[in-house]
Protein backbone atom coordinates (compact mmCIF):
# COMPACT_ATOMS: atom_id res chain seq x y z
CA UNK A 1 0.00 0.00 0.00
CA UNK A 2 1.42 3.34 -0.71
CA UNK A 3 1.16 6.22 1.93
CA UNK A 4 -1.31 7.22 3.38
CA UNK A 5 -4.05 9.93 1.39
CA UNK A 6 -4.40 12.97 3.68
CA UNK A 7 -7.58 13.10 3.36
CA UNK A 8 -8.33 9.51 4.44
CA UNK A 9 -5.87 10.09 6.99
CA UNK A 10 -8.09 12.85 8.05
CA UNK A 11 -11.63 11.32 7.60
CA UNK A 12 -9.88 7.79 10.27
CA UNK A 13 -8.94 10.48 12.49
CA UNK A 14 -12.80 11.69 12.60
CA UNK A 15 -14.04 8.35 12.44
CA UNK A 16 -15.60 9.33 8.76
CA UNK A 17 -14.09 5.71 7.21
CA UNK A 18 -15.64 2.28 6.34
CA UNK A 19 -14.38 -0.39 8.47
CA UNK A 20 -12.61 -2.00 5.61
CA UNK A 21 -10.81 0.87 4.93
CA UNK A 22 -10.14 1.54 8.84
CA UNK A 23 -8.30 -2.11 9.22
CA UNK A 24 -6.36 -1.49 6.19
CA UNK A 25 -5.38 2.05 7.22
CA UNK A 26 -4.72 1.07 10.65
CA UNK A 27 -2.52 -1.76 9.46
CA UNK A 28 -0.66 0.16 7.25
CA UNK A 29 0.01 2.85 10.37
CA UNK A 30 1.16 0.18 12.11
CA UNK A 31 4.00 -0.87 9.45
CA UNK A 32 4.58 2.44 7.80
CA UNK A 33 6.71 5.25 10.24
CA UNK A 34 6.18 8.19 8.05
CA UNK A 35 2.27 8.03 7.87
CA UNK A 36 2.55 7.23 11.75
CA UNK A 37 4.17 10.43 12.33
CA UNK A 38 1.99 12.35 10.50
CA UNK A 39 -0.96 10.76 12.06
CA UNK A 40 0.47 11.91 15.22
CA UNK A 41 1.16 14.98 14.11
CA UNK A 42 -2.25 15.92 13.02
CA UNK A 43 -3.52 14.37 16.33
CA UNK A 44 -1.52 17.13 18.23
CA UNK A 45 -2.41 19.70 15.48
CA UNK A 46 -6.12 19.33 16.36
CA UNK A 47 -5.92 18.94 20.16
CA UNK A 48 -4.30 22.52 19.88
CA UNK A 49 -6.75 23.41 17.70
CA UNK A 50 -9.81 22.40 20.11
CA UNK A 51 -7.67 23.85 23.28
CA UNK A 52 -6.82 27.09 21.94
CA UNK A 53 -9.19 29.79 22.80
CA UNK A 54 -6.84 32.88 21.96
CA UNK A 55 -9.46 33.59 18.43
CA UNK A 56 -12.12 33.97 21.59
CA UNK A 57 -12.79 37.61 22.66
CA UNK A 58 -13.11 38.10 26.20
CA UNK A 59 -16.59 37.13 27.45
CA UNK A 60 -17.03 40.67 29.36
CA UNK A 61 -16.49 42.19 26.08
CA UNK A 62 -18.79 39.82 23.68
CA UNK A 63 -20.88 41.10 26.57
CA UNK A 64 -20.34 44.74 26.24
CA UNK A 65 -20.58 44.69 22.63
CA UNK A 66 -24.26 42.71 22.79
CA UNK A 67 -25.45 45.27 25.32
CA UNK A 68 -24.54 48.51 23.33
CA UNK A 69 -26.38 46.95 20.61
CA UNK A 70 -29.50 45.44 22.07
CA UNK A 71 -31.71 48.67 20.81
CA UNK A 72 -30.63 47.93 17.38
CA UNK A 73 -31.18 43.92 17.67
CA UNK A 74 -34.78 44.87 19.58
CA UNK A 75 -36.07 47.98 17.22
CA UNK A 76 -39.28 47.54 19.39
CA UNK A 77 -40.05 48.60 22.77
CA UNK A 78 -43.85 47.84 24.18
CA UNK A 79 -44.95 47.65 19.99
CA UNK A 80 -43.16 51.56 19.21
CA UNK A 81 -40.60 51.18 16.55
CA UNK A 82 -37.52 52.03 18.01
CA UNK A 83 -35.17 54.64 15.52
CA UNK A 84 -30.96 54.68 16.65
CA UNK A 85 -30.30 58.06 15.24
CA UNK A 86 -26.66 59.08 13.94
CA UNK A 87 -24.10 61.69 15.28
CA UNK A 88 -23.69 63.78 12.35
CA UNK A 89 -21.69 66.70 13.48
CA UNK A 90 -20.14 67.81 17.06
CA UNK A 91 -18.40 70.26 17.61
CA UNK A 92 -15.87 68.27 19.52
CA UNK A 93 -14.61 67.03 16.77
CA UNK A 94 -14.03 70.68 15.35
CA UNK A 95 -10.44 72.31 15.52
CA UNK A 96 -10.59 75.68 18.05
CA UNK A 97 -9.54 78.64 16.13
CA UNK A 98 -6.79 80.30 16.30
CA UNK A 99 -6.34 83.52 18.56
CA UNK A 100 -9.80 82.94 20.09
CA UNK A 101 -9.75 82.48 23.80
CA UNK A 102 -12.80 81.87 25.72
CA UNK A 103 -13.13 81.60 29.80
CA UNK A 104 -14.88 78.12 30.90
CA UNK A 105 -15.47 75.36 28.55
CA UNK A 106 -17.87 76.14 25.40
CA UNK A 107 -21.05 74.89 24.73
CA UNK A 108 -21.31 71.51 22.73
CA UNK A 109 -23.39 71.52 19.97
CA UNK A 110 -24.47 68.08 18.39
CA UNK A 111 -26.63 67.02 15.49
CA UNK A 112 -28.34 63.71 15.37
CA UNK A 113 -30.06 62.45 12.35
CA UNK A 114 -32.90 59.58 11.70
CA UNK A 115 -34.26 59.27 8.72
CA UNK A 116 -35.81 62.51 8.08
CA UNK A 117 -35.68 64.08 11.32
CA UNK A 118 -32.98 66.18 12.90
CA UNK A 119 -32.49 66.61 16.41
CA UNK A 120 -30.20 69.50 17.45
CA UNK A 121 -28.37 69.89 20.88
CA UNK A 122 -26.54 72.40 23.06
CA UNK A 123 -25.04 71.10 26.16
CA UNK A 124 -23.29 73.73 28.52
CA UNK A 125 -21.76 73.05 30.98
CA UNK A 126 -21.62 74.90 34.80
CA UNK A 127 -18.03 74.30 36.13
CA UNK A 128 -19.61 76.28 39.62
CA UNK A 129 -22.09 73.09 40.34
CA UNK A 130 -21.22 70.42 38.00
CA UNK A 131 -24.39 70.68 36.48
CA UNK A 132 -25.09 70.60 32.89
CA UNK A 133 -27.95 72.88 30.91
CA UNK A 134 -29.17 70.82 27.58
CA UNK A 135 -31.07 72.63 25.41
CA UNK A 136 -32.42 71.12 21.86
CA UNK A 137 -34.57 71.42 18.80
CA UNK A 138 -36.50 68.49 17.19
CA UNK A 139 -36.62 68.94 12.96
CA UNK A 140 -37.96 67.86 9.87
CA UNK A 141 -37.32 67.88 6.06
CA UNK A 142 -41.24 68.03 6.03
CA UNK A 143 -42.67 71.76 6.45
CA UNK A 144 -43.80 69.92 9.89
CA UNK A 145 -43.12 71.25 13.68
CA UNK A 146 -42.84 68.47 16.45
CA UNK A 147 -45.04 70.12 18.91
CA UNK A 148 -45.55 68.98 22.44
CA UNK A 149 -43.34 66.06 21.49
CA UNK A 150 -42.23 64.05 24.68
CA UNK A 151 -38.22 64.01 25.66
CA UNK A 152 -36.59 62.03 27.92
CA UNK A 153 -32.94 62.12 29.44
CA UNK A 154 -31.82 58.76 30.45
CA UNK A 155 -28.47 57.48 32.30
CA UNK A 156 -27.81 54.25 33.46
CA UNK A 157 -31.04 52.46 32.30
CA UNK A 158 -33.49 54.61 34.52
CA UNK A 159 -35.26 57.84 32.84
CA UNK A 160 -34.16 60.77 35.33
CA UNK A 161 -35.62 63.45 33.47
CA UNK A 162 -38.85 64.25 30.82
CA UNK A 163 -39.76 67.65 29.08
CA UNK A 164 -41.76 68.40 26.38
CA UNK A 165 -41.55 70.21 23.12
CA UNK A 166 -42.73 73.45 22.24
CA UNK A 167 -44.91 74.62 19.22
CA UNK A 168 -41.44 74.81 17.55
CA UNK A 169 -39.78 71.56 18.57
CA UNK A 170 -37.59 73.14 20.77
CA UNK A 171 -36.73 71.90 24.89
CA UNK A 172 -34.84 72.27 27.34
CA UNK A 173 -33.35 70.28 31.16
CA UNK A 174 -31.83 73.30 32.80
CA UNK A 175 -29.06 72.75 35.40
CA UNK A 176 -29.42 68.44 35.65
CA UNK A 177 -26.35 67.04 37.57
CA UNK A 178 -23.53 65.75 35.19
CA UNK A 179 -23.81 61.83 33.96
CA UNK A 180 -23.63 59.99 30.75
CA UNK A 181 -26.99 60.72 28.78
CA UNK A 182 -28.92 59.22 26.39
CA UNK A 183 -31.73 61.15 25.11
CA UNK A 184 -34.99 59.76 23.11
CA UNK A 185 -37.62 61.48 21.21
CA UNK A 186 -41.16 60.08 21.47
CA UNK A 187 -42.54 60.61 17.67
CA UNK A 188 -45.92 59.47 16.16
CA UNK A 189 -43.96 57.09 14.06
CA UNK A 190 -41.57 55.68 16.42
CA UNK A 191 -38.83 56.63 19.30
CA UNK A 192 -35.64 58.09 18.33
CA UNK A 193 -32.83 57.23 20.70
CA UNK A 194 -29.65 59.63 20.68
CA UNK A 195 -27.15 57.44 22.37
CA UNK A 196 -24.16 59.30 24.58
CA UNK A 197 -25.41 62.71 23.75
CA UNK A 198 -23.48 63.56 27.74
CA UNK A 199 -20.44 61.86 29.37
CA UNK A 200 -19.92 62.38 32.86
CA UNK A 201 -16.26 63.22 32.14
CA UNK A 202 -16.64 65.57 29.55
Not at 89 to 109: L, S
Not at 135 to 154: H, I, R
Request: glycine share 6%; with cysteine.
Amino acid sequence: MRHVNIENLINYMDGQTLDVEKSTLESHLTNCGECAELKQEFQAFMVRLQEDASFEPPAELVQWGVNLFQPVMQPKVGGVRRMIASLIFDTFDQPAMAGVRRVGAPPRQLLFRAGDVDVDVKIESMEANDRITLVGQVLSNAAKFFDNTPVKLESHGIVRYRTRTNVVGEFSFDEVPKDTYHLSVDLPEGQITLFCVHRGNS
